[in-house]
């Protein structure tokens, strides 16, 4: 069992940054492949970014690569989610979740994500 608590949301112009952060709880965070999520008003949830337990495997949506860096410290039990050039089409709730999985590959499905956090808020203004 883990729970993970985000922050970092806020209200930024677009062509900003803003660094997303989750907390995990539970003492087997480096077991699980991290992923962010987010969901924009009346659209589906959608896969940003996930990172394996290692930090040695990435993998970014073509909507965000080159401009979003997933990261992780084992030794805090947190993962990170740096956002620079931000779009008004950022615009959503970000969720981070988490898997178990000691391997090299990570989940890009949201089922594939057993455990979830609530969310926060990133608006980004035009």
């Known amino acids: 069992q883990v729970q993970l608590v985000e922050s970092g949301g806020g209200l930024v112009q677009a062509g900003e940054s803003l660094t997303l952060s989750c907390a995990a709880s539970g003492r087997t965070f480096s077991s699980y492949v991290m992923g962010w999520f987010r969901q924009a008003p009346a659209k589906e949830r959608e896969f940003v970014a996930a990172?394996?337990?290692?930090?040695?495997?990435?993998y970014y949506a073509d909507s965000v690569k080159g401009r979003f860096t997933i990261s992780r410290d084992n030794a805090k039990n947190t993962v990170y989610l740096q956002m620079n050039s931000l779009k008004p089409g950022d615009t959503a709730v970000y969720y981070c979740a988490a898997h178990y999985f000691l391997g090299v590959y990570v989940n890009v499905h949201e089922w594939e994500y057993p455990y979830w956090g609530q969310g926060t808020q990133v608006t980004v203004s035009s």
């Open positions: 990172m394996n337990w290692s930090g040695d495997t990435t």
